[in-house]
């Protein structure tokens, strides 16, 4: 039972832009705090895709971009590549749980 | 470079305690800037944090498993450690160990993952 919503499927044709958004409250993302985005291929470890709401670490690329505004953040991938299939999830603090959560994942199918 | 490897029991009986360790390797788990944390990911479903443990000892765990959850960190052997009690089926994921940033809470590191099966 996340408390961030995301939209459990998206599609896109290559070369499109899609976005995935991740629905919070005000006491995770509406509070302020970052908001990170995870990359998690089939059959492996998450990884890093985008850090304090809009950052991307070394090595990804400019196709990936984040936002954030009130209790919701975005993420939004141009140019979609058939590599880009994968499940998406945001992360962020809580606290009221006084806790990090995961959002319910989005899997990203590339038509 | 840094990495990290878990490791422990693929098979855990029904009631009992659930034990994985996480070996830091390429750096020190003694870093003033970083948490390690364990996350895990039941067959076909999301991620659901579990936990979280800074060097010298302070940690903080997902409230809806807290009463069954130690995270203990061992610095002279770079590696922490995940205990889990009373595991029923519901416990049966892959467990994931990952660095943490101590400033937004992002984790950047991740281990490969062990898969650990809840089963009489």
């Known amino acids: 039972q996340s408390v961030l919503t995301q939209p459990p499927s998206v599609s896109g044709a290559p070369g499109q832009r899609v976005t995935i958004s991740c629905t919070g409250s005000?006491?995770?993302?509406?509070?302020?705090?970052?908001v990170h985005w995870y990359q998690q291929l089939p059959g492996t470890a998450p990884k890093l895709l985008i850090y304090g709401n809009n950052n991307r670490p070394s090595g990804v690329p400019d196709r990936f971009s984040g936002s954030k505004s009130g209790t919701s953040a975005s993420l939004a991938i141009t140019g979609l590549q058939a590599e880009d299939e994968a499940d998406y999830y945001c992360?962020?603090?809580?606290?009221?749980?006084?806790?990090?959560?995961f959002g319910g994942g989005t899997k990203l199918t590339v038509l | 470079q840094l990495q990290l490897q878990e490791s422990g029991p693929g098979l855990v009986k029904p009631s009992e305690t659930l034990s994985l360790t996480c070996t830091v390797s390429?750096?020190?788990?003694?870093?003033?800037?970083?948490?390690w944390g364990w996350i895990r990911q039941p067959p076909g479903k999301g991620l659901e944090w579990i936990g979280s443990i800074y060097y010298s000892g302070t940690t903080y765990y997902n409230p809806s498993l807290k009463s069954r959850v130690t995270i203990s960190v061992d610095t002279s052997k770079n590696h922490f450690s995940l205990k889990l009690s009373s595991v029923t089926a519901a416990d049966t994921a892959v467990y994931y160990c990952?660095?943490?940033?101590?400033?937004?809470?992002?984790?950047?590191?991740w281990g490969q993952g062990t898969m650990v099966t809840v089963s009489s």
């Open positions: 992360q962020s603090y809580d606290s009221s749980l006084s806790g990090l959560l």
């Open positions: 005000s006491s995770n993302i509406g509070a302020r705090y970052d």
């Open positions: 990952a660095r943490q940033w101590v400033d937004g809470r992002a984790f950047d590191i």
């Open positions: 390429g750096g020190s788990i003694s870093s003033s800037s970083h948490y």
